[in-house]
Nanobody, 111 residues
């Protein structure tokens, strides 16, 4: 059974940083591209960043230049690091592998 578990969310002040982790089990992790998505209240879920099986990454325009994504296949984990956080980054952040989604981790950016 595929399981994705996000961690690292929390309350952070504007301008601060967060590191989100996604831990996977039940899949051959090396074979999956991993995506990070977010959903703010009243809004649709949107792609934040993704990393391919070979480590290539791409980012949504709204986080480009202030985010990094990496994976460690030996640990079945993907990490999304975000800096210069803004109140509009407030959302539940989810990771995705194929058709499987995690439960999400709340990120709140507020003073």
């Amino acid at each position: 059974q595929v399981q994705l578990v996000e961690s690292g969310g929390g309350l952070v002040q504007p301008g601060g940083s967060l590191r989100l982790s996604c831990a996977a089990s039940g899949i051959d992790f090396r074979l999956y591209g991993i995506g990070w998505y977010r959903q703010a209240p009243g809004k649709q879920r949107e792609l934040v960043a993704q990393i391919t099986t070979t480590g290539s990454a791409n980012f949504a325009d709204f986080v480009k230049g202030r985010s990094a994504i990496s994976r460690v296949n030996a640990k079945n984990t993907v990490t999304l690091q975000m800096t210069s956080l803004k109140p509009e980054d407030t959302a539940v952040y989810y990771c995705r592998a194929g058709d499987a989604w995690g439960q999400g981790t709340q990120v709140t950016v507020s003073s």
